[in-house]
């Protein structure tokens, strides 16, 4: 297990939306909690956004959208944390939220999950600084 911040921007879109798909779909992650936030830019305030899907997102995400995964995230030790953003055709911004604990189990298909996907093994990247 290793913490680190990886950011998934410049990897292909296909290859982002599946794993964005992947992590938000499993059954297996324990004690996850995941959401969708909207930030109307004429109110500039933050609100989850109930109505949003999983494939309405995705839909959503064009190539300058940004996706990072976190594990240890640097805010909080004890978490893995996948999310993505951008802006709407309406200019609002958009974004996807998926976090667990930091533990083996979780980390572990994560993992699996991003080899699967990116073919690349999660602990060969370089920790970020």
């Not at 959401?35 to 995400?61: C, N, P, Q, V």
Request: net charge positive.
């Amino acid at each position: 297990m290793r913490r680190n911040q990886i950011h998934l921007e410049d990897r292909p879109l296909r290859q982002n939306k599946a794993f964005l798909r992947a992590v938000y779909q499993n059954q297996e992650l324990e004690n996850v909690r995941k959401w969708f936030e909207k930030l109307d830019h004429s109110a500039m305030e933050s609100k989850i956004d109930r109505g949003m899907t999983l494939d309405s997102y995705l839909r959503l995400m064009t190539p300058s959208f940004y996706v990072i995964l976190q594990t240890g995230s640097p805010f909080e030790d004890n978490t893995i944390r996948c999310c993505a953003g951008g802006r709407d055709r309406q200019g609002d911004f958009r974004a996807l939220w998926v976090i667990s604990p930091f533990t083996e189990k979780n980390y572990g298909i994560v993992s699996g999950l991003f080899e699967r996907i990116y073919k690349q093994d999660l602990d060969s990247l370089p920790i970020l600084k």
